[in-house]
């Protein structure tokens, strides 16, 4: 009877663990990864200086559930007055204030939307955007490169769906707490080095991967989920278990096993070629085959702020030919792929396109003028214009992400964009476009435009005896107003001029007289102002 007794215990038991096993796998989100931020007991460590005190102290960190004497009363300091400089105050990580700090896109390439927050519907993301917490990506046949507030970089592949879950960054402590989630697809990261008690998450359906600052790769599919470590280490876990991931190494993880198979990464292929000038396309650049190899990826990248992705693709063979490339500063990048996905290291290597194309030379407006919006027109000229065409680009920014007017090749040398720009600081260039289809870009120059501001007109008129009072729309643009008083209808004789700074005025005229009045908005530099229309004034005689 014991041993009956016994034999059901251990079969109770055996269930149990099985349906435990059975819940982890259906909720990986469950899984844990000390990170030192996850420790709700964990410390900051602050080093107290000569120009410190506690109140002040408090104000920069601590949030609002605490005040400056908790942290006296934390640290066991029976008298704050006598701390010396040097000293090390332990601060609580879930006393710290913190706020959310927005990524910003450096660059997008190709199809890629966001969708905002609670908003039901997606619109294409652009350059130079912020990213808040709660925003999703979604990348079809394009790319899009990522800053976040610590300079950790993302680069969004082609296909991919990421949510980000927490963008927060803890004040004046450099700790910051990144939480995304990849839904499907891959993202290319490199984390800066985080500071003890920071956070950088990377969630899937299917693991979880956390980093103190590294480079690695992670891609997710219903299949499960793969991870590349090319610098630092990753803790890369699921359901079942938890392993550090080192550079050179690659792991994956199936919801349908409880295993995490890793294997070693191939070392970067030899190239064949040296850094160096371009200065002629096509060129062919390759790399000495990797024994075993099933296929490889190739990367180009600009090396400007934007890092653009400029093309990738997967080869049979490790060689790629260059052409229809724009001159400039890039970065090259070949890695040899396995037979089950797994990419390998990198080689990679700079290179300067200088192409000899026909480079446009900018005429009209020069660098650093003020034209009117009205007057607004662009003049260059090119070498040889008879089978060079080009195009006028004009952007908000320097770098050129941000495009409001970039226009299609033609055999052209002026643009009219007269009225087709509001007020505000431009940079423009020109873009020529060679035969050998070599695209040469002209210095670019700085343009400041004026826009009209909108009239002013007098809207009533109040007679009180011989007071006159005037009353106009108001302008927000403009920094005041000018007021004219004419004895003449066409203003040949000014009998009073003031500036005012409200929209309204009061008058003493002579009775029996006829005057007139028209005002305009004091202008900024960005604008220019006209007055607007006459308004009679007759203040009639007892």
Not at 233 to 244: D, E, I, N
Not at 384 to 406: P, R
Request: hydrophobic residues 35%; charged residues 20%.
């Amino acid at each position: 009877m014991m041993y009956l007794q016994a034999d059901q215990n251990i079969y109770h038991r055996l269930i149990r663990v099985i349906a435990l096993v059975c819940l982890l796998c259906q909720f990986p989100a469950a899984i844990a990864i000390d990170d030192g931020m996850s420790d709700p007991e964990a410390d900051w460590f602050y080093t107290y200086r000569p120009s410190d005190s506690f109140q002040e102290i408090g104000q920069r960190f601590l949030n609002n559930k605490y005040r400056w004497p908790d942290l006296v009363r934390y640290n066991k300091i029976e008298d704050p007055a006598s701390l010396q400089p040097g000293s090390i105050i332990k601060i609580p990580i879930a006393w710290l204030k913190f706020q959310p700090r927005p990524a910003k896109t450096l660059s997008v390439d190709g199809n890629v939307l966001v969708k905002k927050g609670q908003l039901a519907r997606f619109e294409l993301l652009k350059s130079n955007a912020l990213i808040h917490v709660g925003h999703e990506i979604m990348s079809r046949n394009g790319t899009a490169l990522i800053k976040l507030a610590d300079n950790s970089i993302i680069r969004v592949e082609p296909e991919t769906h990421i949510a980000f879950n927490r963008l927060s960054h803890f004040g004046d402590t450099g700790m910051v707490d990144t939480r995304i989630r990849l839904k499907r697809g891959g993202i290319i990261n490199t984390v800066a080095p985080l500071l003890k008690g920071s956070r950088f998450e990377i969630r899937t359906p299917s693991a979880v991967a956390a980093v103190r600052g590294t480079e690695f790769r992670i891609r997710s599919n219903d299949e499960g989920t793969q991870i590349e470590v090319t610098e630092g280490v990753v803790s890369f876990g699921h359901a079942h278990g938890l392993q550090t991931i080192r550079a050179g190494q690659g792991a994956s993880v199936s919801p349908q096993s409880a295993l995490m198979e890793t294997r070693r990464l191939y070392e970067p292929p030899s190239r064949n070629f040296g850094s160096g000038n371009i200065k002629d396309l096509p060129v062919t650049l390759s790399w000495e085959p990797v024994p075993g190899a099933a296929s490889y990826k190739y990367e180009l990248t600009a090396t400007d702020e934007s890092g653009q992705m400029v093309r990738t693709k997967e080869t049979n063979q490790p060689s790629v030919e260059l052409n229809h490339v724009k001159s400039g500063n890039y970065q090259v990048a070949m890695r040899a792929v396995d037979a089950e996905g797994f990419e390998g290291l990198n080689d990679s290597a700079a290179i300067e396109v200088a192409l000899d194309g026909d480079t446009p030379t900018l005429l009209f407006p020069p660098s650093g003028s003020v034209i009117n919006s009205a007057d607004l027109k662009f003049d260059w000229s090119m070498e040889d214009e008879a089978t060079t065409k080009s195009k006028l680009q004009v952007s908000i920014d320097s770098s050129f992400n941000d495009l409001v007017i970039d226009q299609q090749f033609a055999a052209r040398s002026q643009s009219d964009l007269r009225n087709k720009l509001g007020p505000g600081l431009y940079h423009w260039r020109v873009v020529g476009l060679s035969g050998q289809h070599i695209e040469s870009a002209s210095k670019s120059h700085q343009v400041s435009v004026r826009g009209l501001m909108k009239q002013t007109k007098i809207l009533s008129v109040n007679y009180v005896k011989e007071q006159v009072g005037l009353f106009w729309n108001s302008v927000p643009e403009a920094n005041g107003y000018i007021l004219q008083v004419s004895d003449s209808p066409n203003f040949l004789s000014i009998l009073r001029e003031e500036s005012i700074q409200k929209p309204s005025a009061f008058l003493k005229l002579s009775q029996g007289k006829q005057y007139y009045a028209r005002v305009k908005g004091i202008p900024s530099d960005l604008y220019q102002s006209e007055f607007g229309p006459s308004e009679t004034l007759f203040v009639p005689k007892d």
